[in-house]
């Protein structure tokens, strides 16, 4: 199993950035898929989550600024990142969750099974 995530980089508040996960090693369709990031000393956040393509949700802290979309073709998870803060500077990370986890649980880090690597954004001017 293997999630790699890309995209992260330094950008100006403000600016936007995308990032990408791509899935290999299971069944891609069968899983949910979320996006958390960390900063240093701080509990893992989520941030998004994709069900069936559509079928999404996201934590306040995001809400109308991020887009989590999945293309099952290609086995990937995006997150397209719109008017960043500072406080968005973190370490983002793409994860799979088993399609029958029940929502409350895909707000936390244990509700998901595989975990990507961690891809850095840093906004600042």
């Known amino acids: 199993v293997q999630l790699q995530a890309s995209g992260g980089g330094l950008v100006q508040p403000g600016g936007s950035l995308r990032l990408s996960c791509a899935a290999s090693?299971?069944?891609?369709?069968?899983?949910?898929m979320g996006w958390f990031r960390q900063e240093p000393g701080k509990e893992r956040e989520w941030l998004a989550v994709?069900?069936?393509?559509?079928?999404?949700a996201y934590s306040n802290s995001v809400k109308g600024r991020f887009t989590i979309s999945r293309d099952n073709v290609k086995n990937t998870v995006s997150l397209q990142m719109n008017s960043l803060k500072p406080e968005d500077t973190a370490v983002y990370y793409c994860?799979?969750?088993?399609?029958?986890?029940?929502?409350?649980?895909?707000?936390?880090?244990?509700?998901?099974?595989?975990w990507g690597q961690g891809t850095q954004v840093t906004v600042s001017s």
């Open positions: 994709v069900r069936r393509p559509g079928n999404t």
């Open positions: 090693g299971f069944t891609f369709g069968s899983y949910a």
């Open positions: 994860a799979a969750a088993r399609m029958s986890t029940i929502m409350g649980r895909l707000w936390i880090p244990d509700g998901y099974e595989y």
